[in-house]
Each structure stands twice: as C-alpha cells, then as structure tokens.
Nanobody, 124 residues
Framework: QVQLVESGGGLVQAGGSLKLSCAAS????????LAWFRQTPGKEREFVSA????????IYGDSVKGRFTISRDNANNTVFLEMTNLKPEDTAVYYC?????????????????WGQGTQVTVSS
C-alpha cells in the first residue's frame, strides 16, 4: 500500500522560510514524477511545483516561482519543498502527490497518490 507522509509545516512570519518533506513508502518513485499542491478552505487545490522522474526537470506555479524550490532524494524516496520569502497568501494545507510516470504534470488528476497534507500558516 502506497503511503505519502508530509512533514515540516507550521507557523512562520511573513518573509520567513520553511522546508516541507514528503516520504513515500510502499512503492519506489525513483523514475516517477512527484509534486506539491496546496489548498485553502473554499478554494480548489492549486498546483505549486512538480519534479520529473529520472531527470532534474522542475516546474512551478506562477505564484511561487523564484521563492520555492522542489527537490528529491531518490535514495530515500522523498521529495522536498523549500519555501522562502513566504507571504500570508501562501497559507494553506500543502499536499504531496505522486504518479506512475515521469512527466511532471501540473494538474492533480494525473496524480493517484496523495499525502494527508501539512498546514502552513504565514502571519503578517
């Protein structure tokens, strides 16, 4: 059974930084794409970033470009999201996602595996 477990969320002041981690178990995702999405109450889930399997190709949502960095540790089946210069509008539950395929889609429908989410709150 595939399981994705996020960690690293919390409360931070605007301008601060956080690093999220997502550890996968039950399946190795070395050659598969991994992604981060976020969601606030009453809104649809928003794409944040994705990283291609097997190659260091990354994509980002427009609202986080230049501030967030996605990376992966294939040896530990883990994906990270380093967030800098955080803004109050970054407040959300952040979810990691995985798919069986290398292409890093920016649409949640392509990702069958999801974590339970971790809360990030940025105070002004």
């Amino acid at each position: 059974q595939v399981q994705l477990v996020e960690s690293g969320g919390g409360l931070v002041q605007a301008g601060g930084s956080l690093k999220l981690s997502c550890a996968a178990s039950g399946r190795t995702f070395t050659g598969d794409a991994l992604a981060w999405f976020r969601q606030t109450p009453g809104k649809e889930r928003e794409f944040v970033s994705a990283i291609r399997g097997g190659q260091i190709t990354t994509i980002y949502g427009d609202s986080v470009k230049g501030r967030f960095t996605i990376s992966r540790d294939n040896a530990n089946n883990t994906v990270f999201l380093e967030m800098t210069n955080l803004k109050p509008e970054d407040t959300a539950v952040y979810y990691c996602a995985a798919r069986a395929g290398s292409w890093p889609y920016a649409t949640e429908k392509f990702y069958p595996y999801w974590g339970q989410g971790t809360q990030v709150t940025v105070s002004s």
